[in-house]
């Protein structure tokens, strides 16, 4: 019995949905109707039909709902979502019936679909990135797909240093090691799992590290685990924690140095919202100094509260299925101290908090003390406490204005990180920062892209990896990431149309065409345009050859992690388990590499890792735009 969209969908649209909700072939009643009908509490309008929103069953157009429907196809992950939601098929009726999360879900799509449509129809060439929520580009999705657990031991991998530990997170201790394969030094978090009562706790914070892909936040390269420990081995930062920093200036910073300060940590908490992550223990214990040629730099750390919550939560979230108090008391908002569910407001609120401290020295309330913190939130009276000591911020109006909008009592009123981030006390940061410190030149950016354009799908891939693992030890990096840093939003991420505007600076005549070559032939990201670049696929496009013929360590250990079955080649066989690729798409894959170094490919359906390394090695100039 086939549902009136699956008839009215052309052949292979109606063969991926009978797949996508086990819909048998044939025919059936209401074969001719142009709508579908989907169980919801959601509003009917937001599909373009009239009516009333509280109606339980929503008749959705068609098309609208092939449109949503191709989307989800076209991501595995998006489609994995899908599935999960489908209810079933109301039986002889010929009609779709899905869950409430399901519609909510599609109707979240259709939004992002309508900004990419009308931000399409008003650029010159129609190539921007209004949606910025989507799937993950195939770069992406395939260099994080190598972020997996290690089947070895922790001690056959790594060479764990001398000394006392780096520090102790929510929930293990981080000891300094060395990676034996390419001799890079990493951090590596021991948890013990039976000291954990909370047994999901581990996984989301794996699953939230796998996510996390931005400049201000650490990154997870991979995980081990035996019966007794998890073993989390991320990138290794060298700085003091924010809170060092502090103590020693117990009357708080200049203003500027605050502004720069939180505008890193809004941007770092931007890119947790932006996919759906709730930190729930902000504090400056969880940012990390790094000193760095550019000046330095702040990275968030420990993801051991954080807690994920749905796609359809919008900017201010929505509440999530977590243990209600986590994080550390005097920065947790009201709402987690009267044990509501977790949401992005949360995380908001901390700021708020660590934004007093870093102007004041002092917290925004009149105590520091857990028991009479609680006490003022359980009698009412923290919101005309805090009024009190905001007051002293009368000398900076705009710092005051922020904290105040930051640390609104009622959540709904509290400002948003991406609206904190326009604030004009932020602003004014973004504005000194852009003309500092250096940056690569559009010349020589715009080389890069060409170079990356040019190579084979099997060596833009290990550049990705290879940008993952250098953890920017490679000796441009400072530049790649202020380069980066000076056209990022603020979330993480480039748009296609920013990137346009930085090269066409230097008069340089990159046109529509270059740009879909560059960008989307080479799969740093996907079709239909609309997608924002990401931290991976940045540094891979900007990836300098003579980093990559200078670590040839690196470069083998990518080649140990695509040799799945470890003997000493990477077959077509090994992508398609690492890497979850059709058959098709792996030999093709293999069979380029091997023509881009000029080896044959008749009946190969590998590469050693001599002729891998020969890929990885330098490419020649790059022509210029056209």
Not at 76 to 105: E, F, K, N, Q
Not at 138 to 159: F, G, P, Q, V, W
Not at 279 to 297: A, C, S, T, W, Y
Request: with cysteine; proline share 5%; hydrophobic share 40%.
């Amino acid at each position: 019995m086939m549902s009136s969209a699956v008839a009215c969908a052309g052949r292979g649209e109606a063969a991926a949905a009978r797949r996508l909700f086990r819909l048998p072939s044939g025919g059936g009643r209401g074969a001719h109707k142009q709508t579908v009908f989907a169980a919801s509490r959601a509003s009917r309008g937001a599909f373009g039909v009239a009516g009333s929103p509280s109606w339980f069953y929503t008749e959705v157009p068609t098309a609208a709902f092939f449109r949503l429907l191709r989307t989800a196809l076209g991501e595995a992950t998006c489609a994995d979502r899908v599935v999960s939601s489908v209810c079933g098929l109301a039986a002889g009726m010929g009609i779709v019936c899905l869950s409430v999360s399901c519609l909510d879900w599609l109707e979240w799509q259709h939004v992002q679909e309508a900004r990419a449509s009308k931000a399409a129809r008003t650029s010159a060439d129609g190539i921007d990135a209004a949606a910025r929520n989507a799937s993950p580009p195939l770069l992406d999705l395939l260099a994080n797909r190598l972020i997996r657990k290690n089947s070895k031991l922790i001690h056959e991998a790594y060479t764990f240093c001398d000394g006392p530990p780096l520090g102790a997170g929510a929930f293990g201790v981080v000891h300094r090691a060395v990676h034996n394969r390419t001799g890079i030094e990493r951090a590596v978090k021991c948890i013990d799992k039976g000291a954990v009562q909370d047994s999901p706790v581990l996984q989301r914070e794996v699953e939230a590290l796998k996510l996390m892909d931005h400049p201000h936040i650490y990154r997870l390269i991979e995980y081990f685990e035996t019966s007794r420990h998890l073993w989390l081995v991320t990138e290794l930062c060298q700085g003091e924690e924010l809170c060092d920093r502090l103590l020693e200036l117990p009357r708080g910073m200049a203003g500027p140095e605050v502004a720069s300060l939180m505008r890193q940590m809004l941007r770092a908490t931007l890119h947790c919202h932006r996919h759906s992550i709730v930190h729930r223990d902000i504090k400056p214990e969880n940012f990390l100094v790094v000193p760095g040629k550019q000046g330095d730099m702040l990275k968030l750390i420990d993801f051991g509260f954080s807690v994920q919550v749905g796609p359809s939560a919008g900017t201010r979230g929505s509440p999530a299925e977590a243990p209600a108090e986590a994080g550390t008391l005097l920065y947790m908002s009201p709402q987690v101290l009267n044990g509501e569910s977790a949401s992005l407001a949360d995380d908001v609120w901390s700021l708020g908090v660590i934004l007093h401290i870093l102007l004041t020295g002092r917290f925004p309330f009149s105590t520091n003390d857990d028991a009479r913190f609680q006490e003022l939130c359980s009698h009412g009276l923290l919101e005309s406490d805090i009024e009190g000591h905001l007051q002293s911020l009368q000398n900076t109006p705009e710092a005051r204005d922020l904290a105040a909008r930051l640390l609104a009592i009622d959540p709904a009123e509290r400002i948003t990180v991406e609206e904190a981030l326009q604030h004009p006390f932020v602003r004014g940061s973004a504005r000194t920062s852009a003309a500092a410190g250096e940056r690569l030149g559009a010349e020589e950016l715009h080389e890069r892209c060409e170079r990356f354009a040019r190579t084979c799908r099997l060596r833009r891939l290990a550049l990705a990896v290879c940008a993952r693992l250098a953890q920017g030890s490679w000796a441009d990096a400072d530049r790649v990431q202020a380069t980066f840093l000076s056209l990022d939003r603020g979330d993480g991420s480039v748009d296609p149309s920013e990137l346009r505007a930085f090269l066409s600076s230097a008069g340089l005549r990159v046109s529509a065409p270059w740009l879909r070559r560059v960008l989307y032939d080479a799969q740093v990201l996907p079709e239909p345009p609309g997608r924002a670049m990401s931290y991976t696929s940045f540094a891979a496009l900007t990836f300098n050859d003579a980093v990559v013929s200078g670590g040839e360590r690196v470069c083998q250990a990518v080649f140990d992690l695509l040799d799945a079955d470890h003997d000493g080649a990477v077959s077509a066989e090994d992508l398609r388990r690492r890497l979850e690729l059709t058959p098709q798409e792996s030999d093709d894959m293999i069979a380029e590499a091997l023509s881009d170094i000029g080896a044959s490919s008749h009946q190969r359906s590998s590469i050693s890792q001599h002729e891998f390394l020969r890929l990885m090695k330098p490419r020649a100039a790059p022509l210029r735009a056209r």
